[in-house]
């Protein structure tokens, strides 16, 4: 008797709480191609009707029982310690973490063959020359850098199989947890609130749905190596809060130009920084949003 039924991909997203992890797991449930299973540190998780258990990368044994039960075809491995400035004077976390727990995840993939997916950030660079292309050479200047510039050379010279997504300035629809920098934008800007935003950093902020779409891309072609995937188009920190302010027609006078030395932050920041998308346009059919369209969709699920 043959079956008939369908052969589903089976996937694991570490990390499924955070920013990212939410609008991921979202977007590839909807897929009847995948079975899914969702891990974040959490008791709980905050995404209904997707199979959900609790994990601390840190633990060796429970990443290696949790791999090898679940025995994935691809493993995202959107976790991180992401607290800038915290990683300056908690280097002892911020590696545990964002090295050893993806040292972890590197080595049960290896071991079962698994394909790994690991978000990375253009703060592997110094922001002297940005944006940057994959084959710009790393320089971080603060520990955070440090500690995500450890985990690509870690998953490097593993032997898994992987693609390596570096991103910056994420933002877009996030139901729970702390809201995105376009949603604290209105939310201060609402109730009268004054900002300071600095005017010497520069990016592209990437929209979460296209880089949801860029992750499906990667497992739709089996795509291996290193790809840079962020917005539309590079601009400052103040330009991208003024262009927020504008479409949803706040009110621009309480947004104060600042420069970055004045918020006499712990951890040093990349100024000049963004990522050229080239090579996801080219072997990936990426296409970001422009900042307007992503606006319009924040807009209309949010209702704002």
Not at 12 to 19: A, D, F, K, T
Not at 276 to 290: D, F, M, Q, R
Request: a neutral charge.
């Amino acid at each position: 008797m043959i079956n008939s039924g369908i052969i589903k991909t089976r996937i694991l997203i570490i990390g499924s709480n955070g920013m990212l992890g939410q609008r991921l797991t979202e977007f590839l449930s909807e897929s009847k191609k995948f079975e899914l299973l969702a891990v974040s540190a959490e008791e709980k998780s905050f995404i209904r009707g997707v199979e959900y258990k609790s994990l601390d990368i840190t633990l060796k044994q429970k990443v290696k029982e949790l791999i090898l039960n679940f025995f994935p075809d691809f493993v995202i491995n959107v976790a991180a310690y992401t607290n800038v400035d915290k990683s300056e004077s908690e280097k002892e976390i911020a590696w545990k973490v964002n090295v050893n727990g993806v040292e972890n995840i590197a080595l049960y993939s290896w071991t079962i063959d698994a394909h790994l997916i690991h978000l990375s950030t253009d703060y592997i660079f110094d922001g002297k020359s940005g944006p940057y292309t994959e084959e710009d050479k790393p320089f971080p200047i603060n520990y955070y850098g440090r500690t995500k510039l450890a985990a690509e050379n870690s998953i490097r010279t593993s032997g898994v199989r992987f693609t390596i997504i570096r991103s910056n300035v994420l933002y877009g629809p996030v139901k729970f947890g702390r809201p995105d920098y376009v949603r604290w934008v209105i939310n201060s800007l609402r109730s009268g609130k004054e900002i300071r935003i600095v005017t010497d950093q520069f990016n592209n902020p990437t929209y979460l749905d296209d880089i949801c779409s860029a992750i499906n891309k990667v497992i739709e072609y089996n795509k291996e190596g290193i790809y840079n995937i962020g917005g539309f188009e590079v601009l400052s920190r103040y330009e991208f809060t003024l262009r927020i302010a504008d479409y949803f027609l706040l009110d621009k006078t309480l947004i104060k130009p600042i420069l970055t030395e004045d918020l006499k932050q712990p951890a040093p920041r990349p100024l000049k920084s963004g990522l050229i998308n080239l090579k996801a346009e080219t072997e990936l059919g990426y296409k970001p949003k422009s900042l307007e369209e992503t606006f319009a969709l924040i807009k209309k699920e949010f209702d704002i």
